[in-house]
């Protein structure tokens, strides 16, 4: 016998069994206390307290802002866009996508020229403009949240309705996508996606 | 498979009857014990381990959503267990002196190089191996027990193999090769 599968089985097989210990196993699960004593006993619950300790001392001592928008966040938005940005004041009332948007961290691939940004559901839309393409359409948007099923039909910058094909990538929690009408966008799509990835690093 | 007879078992278990739960983990026993044995290279481990598993099993049981998951499910469990079990009392050699002394006083001298060899593959390779050959599940079983696609799972299982043949035609061959994790 030279499989060593079956070689594996027969010597397994050959191991003598204790006898089933139903009354230890009875008594165990009729103990109040946790059933089985994990890795390192009590040092995750403490652990656990340790950490929650920590973090209720940090927010007595510096309690959380209510900015929604971060400084990096404000000039990196002013950036692209070139228009000045209004912060939300605390207290206002603020739609749930809304909040989702000011929170967003907006990737900018390096080396194109961005010349607007949109706030999306779940993200951003840059547009970036290409000298050999025109205008491109970068979409971000949270990795977690599934993409839209409208994707896959687009108006052309020609007004156009067309069929597209979509380039997707994920770097970190965000999922990036651009939009291909033609063969020529590969290339262009490409590039940002290697912009991207420059910029996240 | 063994297991595959205890379904009404399961569902029953799984219902809240207790007849059926224990009758489950008697028929559980062996298998848990032949698992966690050759996973651990040590029975005394392996007792401890299939122990808590089973003691988990009887805890969970009313949480197993698909009892056809039954067997990947129960596997798993063992699997923790004895990582678990290792964990409380660290071993630093692949396989304690005691076994090659024999441990087991009825082993054959071909069960322990089996054993040893066994031992003497790295985790990953180990168990994927255990789950197949001993307890018989699929490919596709194995990753959901062990959380893993099935293809992974047949890689490990080839390599597995290959090593395995190795290390039984050579003992002193080195179980590590140039493949990465």
Known sequence: MNDPGERLRDAAFQLTVPPFPAARIAQRLASPRAPVRGAGGWAP????????????????????????MSDAMVRTIE??????????????????????????????????EITDTLATDNGATLTIHDRKLGVVMLQERWATIPPSKLEGIGIHEDGSIRRFNVRR?????????????????????ERIERATRAASR | MVVTD????????????????????????????????????DP?????????????????????????????WSASIVVNAVRSARRRTPRTGPLPATIADG?????????LDVMAALAALPQWLRIPLVLRYVDGLTSREIGAALGAPSATIRFRLALGRRRLAALLSDPASPAQEEYAR
Do not use: N
């Not at chain 1, 403490?46 to 209510?66: C, E, H, K, N």
């Open chain 1, 45 to 68: 619950l403490r652990a656990v307290a340790l950490s929650g300790a920590i973090v209720v001392a940090a927010f007595a001592a510096a309690p959380p802002s209510r900015q929604v």
């Open chain 2, 103 to 111: 441990a087991f006083e009825d082993a054959t001298a071909a069960r």
């Open chain 1, 79 to 112: 950036r692209l866009t070139g228009q000045r940005v209004r912060e939300v004041r605390p207290g206002e009332a603020l739609p749930r996508s809304a909040h989702v948007h000011t929170r967003f961290p907006v990737v900018v691939p390096r080396g194109f």
């Open chain 1, 169 to 189: 990538w994920t770097i970190g929690k965000i999922a990036f996508s651009v939009t291909m009408f033609d063969p020529h966008y590969h290339d262009i799509a």
């Open chain 2, 44 to 72: 005394q481990l392996a007792e401890e381990a299939a122990q808590d598993a089973l003691v988990l099993i009887a805890a969970r049981i009313a949480a197993l959503r698909d009892a056809e998951a039954y067997p990947a």
């Open chain 2, 6 to 41: 205890c379904h009404a078992d399961v569902l029953a278990a799984r219902a809240g009857d207790t007849e059926a739960r224990d009758r489950l983990l008697a028929a559980l026993w062996p298998r848990a014990f032949r698992l966690a044995a050759s996973i651990a290279g």
